[in-house]
């Protein structure tokens, strides 16, 4: 994308992991209540392998994924690479059963 090092790092951990979720804490320990809400419905629907990064270990990420995928808040998940949304949007996925069956779609869960 460019010379940026945030960019690169951030489309290493793209291509490296089936699941990204950049928030704020970590998968074990949110740090706020919209990080939480995706980590939970991940979790209901019986996701485990989950990248997390915490972009309140560093601010050059926190700011860089911002930039990178043009989105202005956290958490932002990425599915197979894929920007999929922030809280609200995993919340009405997740209820609507759209999460679970991009989920299925990209090979995470089993249908």
């Known amino acids: 994308m460019t010379d940026n090092p945030v960019f690169t790092q951030i489309e290493n951990d793209l291509k490296s992991n089936p699941v990204v979720l950049y928030m704020k ?3 074990n320990q949110p740090m706020c209540g919209f990080s939480n809400v ?3 419905a991940l979790g209901m629907l019986g996701v485990t392998d989950i990248k ?4 309140l270990a560093d601010e050059e990420v926190r700011q860089g994924i911002k930039d990178y995928n043009n ?3 956290i958490p932002q998940l990425f599915v197979k690479g894929e920007f999929v949304g922030g809280a609200d949007i995993i919340r009405e996925m ?7 069956t991009l989920l ?3 090979g995470i869960l089993s249908a």
Do not use: C, F, H, R
Request: glycine share 8%.
């Open 104 to 106: 299925e779609e990209k």
């Open 52 to 55: 997390d990064i915490n972009v």
């Open 25 to 27: 804490g970590t998968q």
């Open 94 to 100: 997740y209820q609507s059963g759209e999460l679970k």
């Open 71 to 73: 989105w202005p808040t």
């Open 38 to 40: 995706v980590v939970q």
